[in-house]
Each structure stands twice: as structure tokens, then as C-alpha cells.
């Protein structure tokens, strides 16, 4: 059945992350009225939460009184069984990171943030298009743990009935062989204090990995580079992680305004490898069993080579 044309204004502010009593006071209407057009949806996509009407729900015309920096509710998963496209399908998006990629490096070279490098093989991805990219990522999802895109950002979204040590996310598809600087953007959207997740980058198949972690009543970030570890106090919902190799010593670091911090450094694998953009529970503490939302923007990898199955 065909939404109307409120139904979609409603399903539009829901992915905002509001709820029915802040849809109601926005639109001026009653709660109960809120109430009642959420389950009509509900009814006609067939949806059992709110995170799949955002998902079935078609568009609403852009509404200028909406502001945009609103969080967005998570969203149903997308499909996990997803295509492998082939080799020149993956090497045609690696062209296309290595674009997107110039660009934002040329920006942060302005601004002094990095040192300018000769140009070296990218895997890139700003998480722009409507759907998680299958030729640079695998996706990991799990009971309540979902995957999908939000508003041209990479979401996680981990429910209440995730259990314990687990993780949610995208790996690369292709690896990162010999010196390596990986880099990503995120937003804690929904982010509960003392529920023991991490926001991770992190080395596929590897406990090599810088991190923001809410174990604690306040945030961290953090580094564990075995044997080598180190947590530092974490401020604000946004930031950036980066981890880096260069001649077998791994390095990660965060970023909460515009110059990047060290945490840790130690000797690390020298293997090709992947590298994840996750949320995850470990086995240092529960779970807390409360929702949680992050987006991801702005991922990018250089490498000495890139290699690809």
C-alpha cells in the first residue's frame, strides 16, 4: 500500500532519529496522532520497527524546516548476500577512490595536516551512494546487528539483543600490502555511556586497531598494537581514527579538531591485509544491552600496493 503524503514526512523525520512525541511537537500535532500514522506504516510496509519503515519507506520532498545535522534512527539491514563483482569491477572503483581520495588529501595538505607523498594505490570510499559498495567491502552483520546507508554515511546500528563479543561492520575486499595509512570519520548518533562497544579501524584478522570505545562513564580512544596498548580521555560525538604501518611498526591515532594525535605505536604484522571500519563488543566487559547508532564518512586507505583477489 501507497504511503501518504504525511505517512512519508513522518517515516523522513523517524530516520532523523526523532520520536513520536519530537514528531508531534514538529509538526504540531497530537502524540496520539503520531502514534497512530507510526503504526499505520507499521501495517502497510509490513514492518515490525521503526528501523525497517525508514528502510521501505519511499522519500518525502526535502522539508527546509528539517535540519539535516538530526541524527538519523537506524535503518533495516541491507541484504547480506551480496554480489562479488568482478576484479575490473573492483579496480574501476579503486580508480574512483583514487579521485576521491586526491582531493581530500590535496584539502588536508592545505591545511597542514599530513605531509605531502608521492601517490601510492588507494582503496577509497565517501559512502555517497545508495547502497554499501560489494566491490570494496564485505559487509558483517549478526542477531540485531545491522549494516546499511543512512543519509550518504556508513551506519551501524547495534540492538539491545546483540549479546556478547561481537563486532558489525565492513572489511575491505582488497588488501593493503607493505606501508599503509588508513584513515575514517565517524559520528557517535546513539551512543549510551558504560555499554562496552568500540567504534574501530582496525587490521582484518588482526587485533591490530585504534578505537573510541564507551566502556567507561567517559569515552577513550585507544590503541592496541600487542603488546603495546594505551588509552587516552575522548571529548565530543565526532571524530576521526587513522592507523598506519611503516616498516612493520603500526601506529594509531585519533583526530578531534584539526591535527592528529598519537596514541600507540608497536611492531605489528607485515602480511597484506584488509582493513575494517567496525563497531564491536570484546571480551573485556558485557555488553550493556542498549541500543547504538554510528555513522562512518570519508574512508580512505594509501598503501605501497593494493592487492586484490
Known sequence: MRLTARER?????????????????????????????????????GASNRAQIVALAPPAAPDASVPI????????????????PSRF???????????????????DRQAGLVPAAPANPVIADDFTGADVDSAVWDVSEGPDLYVFKSQSRLAVYVGPGAGNIFQAGVTTVCKAGGDFDAQVSFELVTWP????????????GTPFNTYRTNRESVDSYGAY??????????RGLTGRLRLTRAGGNWSG?????????????????????????????G???????REALVYFKNFRVTAHRIVCP
Not at 69 to 84: D, E, I, K, Y
Not at 260 to 266: H, K, M, P, V
Request: proline share 5%.
Open 225 to 234: 598494537l600487542p603488546p603495546a596498548g594505551r588509552e587516552v580521555r575522548a
Open 253 to 281: 591515532y585519533f583526530q578531534e579538531s584539526d591535527r592528529w594525535s598519537l596514541i600507540a605505536s608497536g611492531a605489528g604484522p607485515s602480511d597484506d591485509v584488509g582493513l575494517g571500519v567496525i563497531v564491536f563488543n
Open 283 to 289: 571480551d573485556v566487559a558485557p555488553f550493556g544491552g
Open 69 to 84: 545535522s538530526v541524527p538519523a534512527a537506524p535503518a533495516a539491514p541491507a541484504a547480506t548476500s551480496r554480489g562479488r
Open 193 to 204: 555511556q558504560r555499554d562496552a562497544l568500540s567504534v574501530s579501524l582496525i587490521g582484518s
Open 9 to 45: 514526512e513522518i517515516a523522513n523525520l523517524i530516520g532523523l532519529g526523532l520520536t513520536n512525541k519530537e514528531i508531534a511537537a514538529r509538526l504540531k500535532i497530537a502524540q496520539r496522532t503520531a502514534d497512530a500514522h507510526v503504526q499505520n506504516m507499521l501495517n502497510k510496509l
Open 89 to 107: 569491477g573492483r579496480l574501476a572503483a579503486l580508480a574512483a577512490g583514487a579521485v576521491i581520495t586526491a582531493l581530500m588529501l590535496s584539502a
